[in-house]
């Protein structure tokens, strides 16, 4: 069984910085692509970034694009977003999420592990 736990979320100012991370269980996880997904409240979830099994490939939604930063260190089983220049905007529940694939996705169909979320709180 799969358990992706995250860490990380708080509150944090308009222009701060936060880096999340996600634990997994398992050894499995060099394997699989891994992802980064948000949920603001009232709207779906959205996909966020993801870096494929072996960390060369990352796609990133173009509103985070240039301010977020994902990477992974599989020899310690965990993925990691490094979140800059945040804005309200950026106000989610962000999820991490393991691909079915060992290619890098944006789809959020292509992913059947999620964790249980950590929020993080954009101040103005």
């Known amino acids: 069984q799969v358990q992706l736990v995250e860490s990380g979320g708080g509150l944090v100012q308009a222009g701060g910085s936060v880096r999340l991370s996600c634990l997994a269980s398992?050894?499995?996880?060099?394997?699989?692509?891994m992802g980064w997904f948000r949920q603001a409240p009232g709207k779906e979830r959205e996909f966020v970034a993801s870096?494929?099994?072996?960390?060369?490939?990352?796609y990133y939604a173009d509103s985070v694009k240039g301010r977020f930063t994902i990477s992974r260190d599989n020899a310690k089983n965990t993925l990691y977003v490094q979140m800059t220049s945040l804005r309200p905007e950026d106000t989610a529940d962000y999820y991490c999420?393991?691909?079915?694939?060992?290619?890098?996705?944006?789809?959020?169909?292509?992913?059947?592990?999620w964790g249980q979320g950590t929020r993080v709180t954009v101040s103005s």
């Open positions: 999420a393991r691909s079915i694939f060992s290619g890098s996705s944006r789809t959020t169909a292509d992913y059947n592990y």
């Open positions: 398992g050894r499995a996880f060099s394997a699989y692509a």
């Open positions: 870096i494929s099994r072996n960390g060369e490939v990352t």
